[in-house]
Nanobody
């Protein structure tokens, strides 16, 4: 069983920045596909960014150029650097670890963008 724990959420003003971190347990971290998803009230969960085991990344159109996903395998950690934040980025952000057909979710961390 892989444990996934997010951190780094909070309240930030529009135009501000925030960095989320996610630690996933297990010696196989470097082989996991890692992703960040978000869910706003009344909306479905959506993919924000994903990074493969070979460092290939992809992003939702709504965050391209503003968010950056990265990973440090020696720390079993994936990051989401968020910049130029907008009120519509407000959501609970979830980290996802995937290994073949197995996937694991964190408990989520709240990001609120408001003045």
């Amino acid at each position: 069983q892989v444990q996934v724990v997010e951190s780094g959420g909070g309240l930030v003003q529009p135009g501000g920045s925030l960095r989320l971190s996610c630690v996933a347990s297990g010696s196989g971290f470097s082989t996991y596909y890692m992703g960040w998803y978000r869910q706003a009230p009344g909306k479905e969960r959506e993919l924000v960014a994903r990074i493969t085991s070979t460092m290939i990344t992809n992003y939702a159109e709504s965050v391209k150029g503003r968010f950056t996903i990265s990973r440090t395998n020696t720390k079993n950690t994936v990051y989401l650097e968020m910049g130029s934040l907008k009120p519509e980025d407000t959501a609970v952000y979830y980290c996802n670890a995937r290994y073949f057909t197995d996937e694991y979710w964190g408990q989520g961390t709240q990001v609120t963008v408001s003045s």
